[in-house]
């Protein structure tokens, strides 16, 4: 056990301690990101015309660059209630099996059955879509994590939900598929025959396995195609990294209830979901000049937007349906290598992280896969959590960051996110323990190349 | 959220309020179940002949029916700490959903890597094995929960950890094979080539996809030919039941801090693990003259030991190589037909909740596999837990007793033991899903002549 007068090894927040309202970072930055840009004209793009795709809630949210806290409603707090809070953990173990002087924390958001973060935006989002009397939603999922979570959401205020799911996932991945279908969710393979995006995409590249991108401009297409649907999307905006802000807030509520407080925070970062809910209250802090808090963004070696990437205008998307906005991208044509963490495999990032790094208030790293598994397996039997392989992203680096403290003899507080479970991810666990696991890294050749895709915007 | 005043959704314990010492019910027994026997001599076994299978510590607490509390070492306590307390579950939204005057409370146990209750004994189990100074222990699995959990402990105390599993599981369920194997496990199929008893069934009826009698046959083989090991079970014994005692006093304390009891405790039954932990504390009131609780025992229609057994010494395995309990039994030759919940498809049922429901302590209920996966999706879409098969088994009674309730107008306190999530069955849901599932329950005839396999003791 903790020592007497110790921390407990889980501090769990009382229902009343549960934040009441989301936070809105956006309001607490000077220079803030730049507006979204319509992908006809290029120019900041109308709320009118966002919401043919999105919800009229979720466009206000997405819009509103300065109310600090928007209320949680009482719906979506209950809901809330159902797998909230989770608990900001003292990695007790991990921190001996280190030797390091750190004091190691994680929020783990993975005690959930969709298995990560990912729940915090989709019950907003779905509430938001039924409030607006809407018949249903469409999305697209990778990995699969966000399209669970949407599927729970729906299936609790009983809305239609579609999703579109890159082919090769739905292949490689037929139990992800199930819990989906198993909450009423229709389940696509994509590129599909059942959109126009999709019949292009089949018939310019037979057989093709699909891509985030394609999956993204089918779901845009199903929404607008039918009567009483909109779109939804688990990360990059703005509206997602504000309902995700519920991570943050619950953890600096906890440190606060154990008088404690982190010297570092550190996330993957793949559309920056995660990592933008974690940091947002103590980045808050660090914008006001409260604090002076690091930041680590970790992302995959294969798909490196912040540590090798432009910050410019790019579509969000490959099919170049979505907005395009500012942010650090690789150029909406890359296309990562085959990596296990399909989560990250993204060639942009959230406008705000963009704006935050850009402005040297954040770090970022990237690292490689297998040194991620081998963090990922030494921290199961460690901690007895067998974590995502995005999330192990994070692990990696904070292991990385204790053992530097041990070395120079820091007594550093460090906090990561553990974004999710890897139950639905043993074939790369598999591969990995069979040492059939390697690295692609793109050269700068492919960056350059995929930087030529890049708009040409003002 | 809950309304003021009202007990929160979950009630998680503070770490200095968690159990120090096991239950052991035996000790509040005036009836007691009757003693082990010698499979050779079929007189009662003595403990230097149950120190060659098991270890020495465990033993001593097999054979113990009368020291009512056991501590927790300090050790095993650090690793609860790890993934307990679980949280008491008021089920508000089920609730609301049936309509029903009940109140419902479930007490969770899915929330860890192991994916179910199991890793409470495991733990301890790992833990006085490394005590003894072993090297590693040996175990069988069938539907993957024991195995995944002796994999997790045996990981954390640096134990060699050796698994067979049922040829079938081992086939139909990699993944949780790769989990095992993650935490540093052998896993072996069975019947294997590794052992005399598996090389035996294998020259018997080539092909076979094995049983889990079979397994343990192989596992305790195994244990007894190696320097250094010794073999572990999952459930049915007297021991196992003691350290998933945690279960009830957990959730005992989390009812007085609400101020609230249950007139009623469900809990599926295949060995008894699970509910013999759960209830015990409940149980030992009720033992003492201090309560009227009512408890259900929920097993499979196709393998109904309670409902359809007769109370009779049997053997524990089908290789006829461990002691001999009385216990309610279908006969160690009983194969129940293949049905999704694993956990449940055992002949027996552990000692102490035979003799409880011989007693009249204790009441039991069969039900059929397609009701019970009605109930567990119904309850995934409410409650936001997709359930394991074999604790679908309570939601399905628990359901059933509160819809009773409203029909009788009466405001009963209903607790319900939730063991594990269903991750790792999604082949099952998938058949549920496609209407591809069926209900088989033994003939009578079928009981005879399993009857018939009832070894003459005195």
């Not at 974590?387 to 904070?398: D, V």
Request: proline fraction near 5%; aromatic fraction near 10%; hydrophobic fraction near 35%.
């Amino acid at each position: 056990m903790a020592e007497k007068g110790e921390v407990p090894y889980k501090t769990y927040l009382e229902e009343n301690e549960l934040p009441s309202a989301w936070y809105n970072i956006r309001a607490d930055m000077k220079k803030k990101p730049e507006p979204l840009l319509d992908p006809a004209t290029f120019k900041p793009v109308t709320a009118e015309a966002l919401e043919h795709v999105f919800c009229k809630e979720l466009v206000r949210q997405e819009l509103d660059d300065t109310t600090r806290f928007i209320p949680i409603p009482e719906e979506v707090q209950k809901f809330y209630r159902m797998f909230r809070p989770s608990p900001l953990v003292r990695a007790y173990f991990l921190e001996k099996a280190l030797d390091t002087p750190a004091k190691i924390y994680y929020k783990f958001e993975g005690n959930n059955t969709s298995g990560s973060h990912k729940l915090n935006s989709a019950v907003a989002q779905a509430y938001y879509a039924k409030q607006q009397g809407l018949r249903g939603v469409t999305t697209e999922t990778g990995a699969g994590q966000w399209g669970t979570a949407l599927s729970m959401a729906c299936a609790f205020y009983g809305l239609d939900c579609n999703v579109f799911m890159v082919k090769c996932s739905y292949e490689q991945k037929p139990f992800r598929r199930e819990v989906m279908r198993t909450y009423g969710a229709s389940v696509t393979p994509s590129p599909s025959m059942e959109t126009e995006a999709g019949r292009r995409i089949n018939a310019a590249h037979p057989g093709t396995t699909g891509s985030l991108g394609c999956a993204i401009s089918e779901a845009v297409e199903a929404a607008l195609s039918r009567d009483g649907y909109r779109y939804v999307l688990g990360s990059v905006l703005a509206q997602v990294l504000l309902h995700q802000s519920i991570i943050g807030l619950e953890a600096k509520t906890a440190f606060d209830k154990i008088s404690e407080k982190p010297d570092v925070v550190i996330g993957c970062a793949g559309g920056g979901s995660n990592l933008g809910g974690l940091i947002a209250p103590f980045m808050g802090e660090k914008l006001r000049g409260e604090s002076d808090c690091r930041f680590i963004a970790v992302e995959p070696a294969s798909c490196p937007s912040l540590t090798r990437g432009r910050y410019a205008y790019d579509f969000c998307d490959t099919g170049k349906v979505c907005p395009l906005q500012k942010m650090y991208t690789l150029g909406h044509d890359f296309i990562p290598s085959a990596s296990h963490a399909g989560g990250l495999r993204y060639h942009g990032m959230s406008a705000i992280l963009s704006e935050l790094y850009d402005q040297k208030m954040m770090e970022a790293v990237a690292v490689e896969q297998t040194d991620v598994f081998a963090a990922a397996e030494n921290f199961a039997r460690i901690e007895g959590i067998l974590p995502a392989p995005e999330s192990s992203h994070a692990i990696k680096a904070a292991i990385d960051e204790a053992l530097l403290c041990k070395a120079q003899g820091r007594r550093e507080t460090i906090l990561f996110g553990l974004t999710g479970t890897g139950y639905f991810d043993m074939t790369a666990y598999a591969k990995y323990n069979d040492a059939q696991m390697s690295d692609t890294v793109p050269t700068d050749a492919d960056l350059e190349a995929s930087f030529a895709s890049l708009p040409e915007v003002r």
